[in-house]
């Protein structure tokens, strides 16, 4: 299965961002999967052992738990595989912060200005 397939599941990509933070007991991983997307325990092992055979996770049994883990080898298979696209995105993204500095730049020297009287060029009426 290719990783973007494996990747393509909503359920899978979840387990994988709460894997981000380090290892997760898989008791851990089923409740809060099925607290946000009501699916069975049976489904999330199902989810688990399609990452687990396709080599996005590591499991450590230690006595009655089993620890995931990410591994971060099939994560830079997918960064590599984006690679080709990534200036897709970088080039705006480059053009943004260009128009941000820029706009910060106006920002900072309007502040600098000496305020001026609005009033003597706009006198009230009544």
């Excluded at 973007?4 to 899978?12: A, I, Q, S």
């Excluded at 008791?27 to 688990?48: F, K, M, N, W, Y």
Aim: net charge positive; no cysteine.
């Amino acid at each position: 299965m290719h990783a973007l397939d494996v990747l393509g599941d909503p359920v899978r990509r979840r387990i994988v961002e709460v894997l981000v933070g380090g290892e997760v007991t898989a008791g851990a991983i089923a409740d809060l999967i099925r607290t946000e997307t009501g699916i069975s325990q049976p489904a999330v092992s199902q989810h688990l052992k399609t990452l687990r055979d396709n080599g996005f996770v590591t499991v450590r049994i230690d006595g009655p738990r089993r620890w995931y883990a990410l591994d971060r080898q099939a994560l830079r298979a997918v960064d590599e595989w984006l690679a080709p696209f990534r200036g897709l995105w970088e080039q705006r993204l480059d053009a943004l912060e260009t128009e941000l500095a820029r706009g910060a730049r106006r920002a900072q020297r309007r502040a600098q200005e000496p305020p001026t009287d609005d009033r003597a060029t706009h006198p009230r009426t009544g």
